[in-house]
């Protein structure tokens, strides 16, 4: 079975850092391509940044502004989102996704598997 376990989620500070991971197992994790997206109550949930089955190429949403960085480690079969200068507007529920292709989406709809989700919450 495909599983993701999204992991690394906590309370922060504005203007702090966390490190989201997000580890695969049940599938050939180095021929997925993977997504972070998230959800903030009341709103859709939306990409955050995806990246590429080699790792090679990556996407970040518009609101990202270089805050994030995306990053994946085959041999260990993680993904690893860093948040940096976390704002209050990113408190959501982070969730990583998987699709059965070598190049990322940025369309959640073209994700086939989710894991479970992390929860961020940044205080102002």
């Known amino acids: 079975d495909v599983q993701l376990q999204a992991s690394g989620g906590g309370l922060v500070q504005s203007g702090g850092s966390l490190r989201l991971s997000c580890a695969a197992s049940g599938f050939a994790f180095d021929d997925y391509a993977i997504g972070w997206f998230r959800q903030a109550p009341g709103k859709r949930r939306e990409g955050v940044a995806c990246?590429?089955?080699?790792?090679?190429?990556?996407f970040y949403g518009l609101f990202v502004k270089g805050r994030f960085t995306i990053s994946r480690d085959n041999a260990r079969n993680m993904v690893y989102l860093q948040l940096n200068d976390l704002k209050p507007e990113d408190t959501a529920v982070y969730y990583c996704?998987?699709?059965?292709?070598?190049?990322?989406?940025?369309?959640?709809?073209?994700?086939?598997?989710w894991g479970q989700g992390t929860q961020v919450t940044v205080s102002s």
């Open positions: 990246i590429s089955s080699s790792g090679g190429s990556t």
């Open positions: 996704a998987s699709v059965g292709r070598s190049i990322y989406s940025s369309k959640e709809d073209e994700y086939d598997s």
